[in-house]
């Protein structure tokens, strides 16, 4: 299932020392970033292979645990996986991800950090706890305190978010105390975890999206949201340009990419009249938007990190 995207190079793969069998664990390769990457690696001369992770399933017992695409045993076919786990199959994913760990298969993302930075709570826990700064946030599944919440916050106006949200989804700004409290009520009684957080004025709807390889910093890039949404997510049409970060930046985002685990992360901060505050974590960053805001090639990046780490030459 080779993919072939490449089909004007080629590459003796008998000869080049570097050549490995590289899995992208992805539910499609009709997504930008994946397809980018699997560009990449096809440039460099490696084998790769869309594996949809939802196809997966693992075997237990017996002398090895076994992984399976449908009815293929792929335990011993790959020197490293990438993955690109999706919101909604994120326990799957990275129980698969684990699997392939435990069979002593590189991964660009560890299986425990992929489920810590897909849950908010659990990002901003250990970021505080490791003495990163994040905005005042509340937490709480009691729908009978609500507005004793908002003013731990300091009241209106607040940052209502799912607590698995991504691509800005289930992002709210709730402006007034009555707003706020009419959305937490509907969620609460949808039992949807949320999440409360202070709202940054003089962030005035920009963030910085951070990529971080191999525990550098690769690109950075500031997203200022349009004219009708407060979100700065480039998946709703924020614009964006090339930034210099700050040495406390970049210091918050190399760190919390190693605390989490990730081999691979986008750091998401904002600059607020006290310094910069970390938001969230992706384990799975998109790489259309910083590669055209800053020129830089990102998927290459994570190919020369998986050249560094994978095995080679294993068959």
């Known amino acids: 299932m080779i993919l072939g995207i490449l089909t004007d190079i080629t590459v003796d793969f008998q000869t080049n020392p570097k050549n490995m069998d590289v899995a992208i664990l992805s539910v499609s390769l009709n997504v930008y970033s994946t397809s980018r990457i699997a560009e990449e690696f096809e440039r460099a001369g490696h084998y790769v292979e869309h594996i949809d992770h939802t196809k997966c399933s693992v075997q237990l017992g017996g002398d090895k645990p076994q992984i399976f695409y449908g009815t293929e045993n792929i335990t011993d076919e790959f020197d490293a996986v990438v993955p690109r786990i999706g919101t909604t199959v994120t326990r799957h994913g990275a129980a698969i991800v684990k699997q392939f760990e435990m069979n002593h298969i590189f991964s660009t993302a560890k299986s425990l950090g992929i489920i810590r930075a897909r849950n908010k709570v659990s990002t901003l826990q250990m970021m505080f706890k490791k003495g990163i700064s994040v905005p005042k ?93 407060f979100r700065s997510n480039v998946h709703r049409g924020a ?77």
Do not use: C, W
């Open 137 to 229: 946030t509340v937490f709480s599944i009691n729908p009978n305190n609500v507005e004793d919440q908002i003013e731990l916050l300091g009241g209106a106006p607040v940052i209502i978010k799912l607590q698995e949200g991504t691509q800005g989804k289930g992002v709210i700004l709730a402006e007034s105390k009555k707003s706020a409290k009419s959305v937490i009520d509907t969620l609460y009684n949808m039992n949807t975890s949320i999440l409360l957080q202070e709202y940054i004025e003089e962030a005035n709807g920009e963030d910085l999206r951070i990529i971080v390889v191999d525990n550098k910093i690769v690109a950075s890039m500031k997203r200022t949201s349009g004219l009708d949404d």
């Open 239 to 315: 614009e964006t340009q090339k930034v210099q970060l700050t040495p406390r930046e970049k210091f918050m985002a190399i760190n919390a990419t190693k605390h989490l685990g990730l081999g691979v992360a986008g750091v998401d901060l904002i600059r607020s009249k006290n310094g910069p505050l970390l938001i969230e974590v992706n384990a799975s960053p998109g790489l259309k938007g910083i590669e055209a805001a800053t020129g830089v090639n990102v998927a290459k990046s994570i190919v020369q990190f998986v050249e560094k780490n994978g095995r080679r030459n294993r068959k």
